[in-house]
C-alpha cells in the first residue's frame, strides 16, 4: 500500500479522521440539545461527567463479591468513572455541562483543521506550504488540549465531590494525559518537516 495519494495510508487515516469528525458533530448536536432541553423544560440534569475514584474502594468491592469464590481481584490504578445528577443542581451543573460542550467543540475544530493537510496528501499535493501551516496548528491544539482536558476533569471531580456528603466514597485526582502532549510534539516535528521540504521544494523549482 502506499504511503501517500488515493488509496493509501494517508487516504485511511483521513477515513477514520472523517468518521470520528461525523461523531463528534453528532455528540456536539446532542450535547447542545440536551443543554437546552434541560434548561427550559426540565430541571437542570448535566450530560455524564468524568469522576475518578482511588483503588482501594473497587479493591474493596471486588473482595465482598468475591470473597466466598476464593478469588482475588485487585487494581493498583485510579480508576475513571462517570455520574450523572438527577436533580437540580445550580450553576456548577451548568458550568460542567458548558466545560463539556467547549471540549467537544475544541476537538470538532481540531478534527477539522486535521483534515485539510490529510486530503491535500491524498490528492498528493505533498509540498504546499499550507500543510505545514495547518498541522502546526493541529499540534499547537493537541498541546493546549492536554491542560485544558485535565482542568475539566479537575472541575468535575471537585463538583462530585461537593455532591456526595460521605467518606465511603474515596476521590481522586485525575490523571494528566501526557499522550495529546507527546502527540503534540510529534505533530510540531511533522509540520516543520513538512515546513522546510515545501520550501526546499520551492527553491528547487525556482532553480530549474
Known sequence: MKAIG???VVSFIRFVV???WAVTLVS????????GVTLF?????????????TPQDVNLIFEELLEEQGIAVYTTAVISANYMLFEK????VLLVTALQIGLTSYLLYAL??????LNALTLDRVFEPE???????????ALSAAPLKFFYQWFSTQQFRRLVETDIVQI???????TLLLAGMVLYIFAEIMKRAATLYEEQKLTV
Open 41 to 53: 423544560f426540565s430541571e437542570m440534569i448535566h450530560w455524564p461527567a468524568p469522576v475518578f475514584l
Open 112 to 117: 477539522t483543521v486535521l483534515k485539510r493537510p
Open 89 to 92: 443542581g445550580g450553576l456548577s
Open 131 to 141: 500543510n505545514a501551516v495547518q498541522l502546526r496548528i493541529v499540534a499547537l491544539l
Open 6 to 8: 488515493s488509496w493509501s
Open 28 to 35: 456536539l448536536f446532542v450535547q447542545i440539545l440536551w443543554l
Open 172 to 178: 481522586a485526582m485525575p490523571t494528566f494525559n501526557f
Open 18 to 20: 472523517q468518521l470520528v
